[in-house]
C-alpha cells in the first residue's frame, strides 16, 4: 500500500505541472478562451460550453435546452443539415455534443491540424442556425421518442425524474432536462428561435481546447473565427433558490418493473453556496466512506456482510450551479423489503453523525481520489471537461489546481459535522419504485428512432 501511495503522490506531482500549462484570452466579444496543453499525442480536443441548460428554462417550455442542442446539427445558411457531422467524420474526427442542469456543451476531436475546421464550423452555428420548421418538427418526435425510451420506459428513471421533482419545490433543478411531456408536444418553432438568440452568443460561452497545440496560435485562430461574432445582451440569471424544507417528503412511484428501487436524497449546498468552504469536500469524503469501491461500507456491510442489499450506492458532486442533493440509492435483496434497506441506510447515515470515521477510512478515499485524479488526465477530453463544468457554472478552472488539497485536509471530525448538519430527515427526500405488472402484450421498444446527440 505504502508502494501506491509513494507511486499515486508522484504522479500527483506530474499532474500539478501538467495544469501549469493553462492559458486564458478573452476576445473583444466577450467570448473566453482556455487552452491547456498536452503534447503526449498530435491530437487536440475543441468544446465549446454554453451557459444554458435545463435549470435556465420554466414551466412550459422544459426541454428547449435538449432539443435546440438536437438541432444545432440541422444547418446553417453556410452548411446545410447533416453535413456538420460529415465534414468532422471526412477529417477523422469525433464529434457530439451533450445538455445538463446547467450548460449545453459541442466538441470535437480531432488531429492538431484540423483545428481550424472545427473552429469554422462552431463559430459559424453560434450565431448563424436555421432552425427550419420541417426540422424542428421531425427532431422534437425524437426526442419525445427519446423521453420515452430512456424515462418512461426505464422505471428507475422515472423514479429518478419523480423523486427530483418531489425533493425540489422553488429549484429549476425538479426539472427534466429531456423535458416533460406535455411541454416537449406543445414546444413552438419560435420557443427554439427565441431561446438560441438568447443565449447562443460568444458572451455567453466558453471555447475550451486541449491537446497538442501552441495556446497563441489557437489564440489567433479564434480571433480569426469567433472575432467577428456580435455578442448578445444577456440579463443576470435570477437565483431561484430552493426555500428552506420543512420536513421528510416521500412519495411512492408506481411503475411496470422487475424489482423495486429505493431512492434518498439530503439537501446539501456546493461550493459555490456553502457556508463553510471545507464542507463540500468533507460531504465528498462522505460518500466515499459509504461508496467507494468493494471496500467502502454500503457493499463491505450491507451488499456483502447483513445481505440487505443487491446493490447499494451513494453519490455526491460539489459542482453545480446551485444547492443539490447527496444521493443514496439501492435494490433490497430477495427477502428483503424497501422498508428494510432503508432502515440499514438511515443507520449507516446515523453512525456517520455519531461516530468518527477510522482514519484507514479516510486515507483509503483520498487516496482513490488521488488516483482517480490523476488517471482522468490520461484524457484530453476529460482535461477539457473538467475547464469547461467550472468556468460554466460560475467557478473556475484555477479551483482544480486547488481540489487534491482540499480534499486531503479534511477530517474525520469534518465528516461528522456535515453529517450532523446536512444529513437529517427535515432534508430528506424518499422516492420507493413500486414494481408493477409488466404487460407480456407490450413488445419491448427498439432503438431505431433514438438519436446520436
Known sequence: MRGMLALVLGLFSVVSFAEGLIHEYKLDNGLKLIVKEDHRAPIMVSQVWYKVGSSYEHDGITGVSHVLEHMMFKGTKAIPSGEF???????????????????????????????????????????????????????????????RMRTEDNPQSLTYEQFNATAYASSPYRLPVIGWMDDLENLQVGDLRDWYQKWYAPNNA??????????????????????????????????????????????????PAKVPYLMMGYKTPVVLTAERPWEPYALEVLAGILDGGDGARLASELVRAKEVAASAGAGYDGHDRMENLFLLSGTPS???????????????????????????????????IRADKVYEQDSIFYQAMQIGILET???????????????????????????????????????????????????????????VH
Open 85 to 147: 457531422s460529415q465534414i468532422i467524420s471526412e477529417n477523422g474526427g469525433r464529434e457530439n455534443a451533450f445538455t445538463s442542469q446547467d450548460y449545453t456543451a459541442y466538441f470535437q476531436t480531432m488531429e492538431k491540424s484540423r483545428l481550424p475546421v472545427s473552429f469554422e464550423l462552431e463559430a459559424d452555428r453560434m450565431r448563424n442556425l436555421t432552425i427550419p420548421d420541417e426540422e424542428f418538427l421531425k427532431e422534437v418526435q425524437v426526442v419525445m421518442e427519446e423521453r
Open 334 to 368: 430477495n427477502g428483503y423489503t424497501v422498508k428494510d434497506l432503508e432502515k440499514a441506510l438511515l443507520e449507516q447515515v446515523q453512525r456517520l453523525r455519531e461516530t468518527l470515521a477510522e482514519a484507514e477510512e479516510l486515507d483509503r478515499v483520498k487516496a482513490q
Open 206 to 255: 466558453t471555447l475550451v481546447v486541449v491537446g497538442d497545440v501552441d495556446p497563441e496560435e489557437v489564440y489567433t485562430l479564434a480571433k480569426k473565427h469567433f472575432g467577428p461574432l456580435k455578442p448578445s445582451e444577456i440579463s443576470a440569471v435570477k437565483p431561484r433558490l430552493e426555500i428552506a424544507q420543512r420536513g421528510r417528503k416521500e412519495i411512492k412511484v408506481e411503475a
Open 393 to 451: 457554472v460560475g467557478l473556475s478552472w484555477k479551483d482544480a489546481e486547488h481540489y487534491l488539497e482540499r480534499m486531503e485536509a479534511v477530517t474525520a471530525e469534518q465528516v461528522q459535522a456535515v453529517a450532523n448538519k446536512y444529513l437529517v430527515q427535515a432534508r430528506l427526500t424518499v422516492a420507493e419504485l413500486v414494481p408493477q405488472p409488466i404487460d407480456p402484450d407490450q413488445p419491448p421498444r427498439t432503438a431505431e428512432a433514438a438519436h
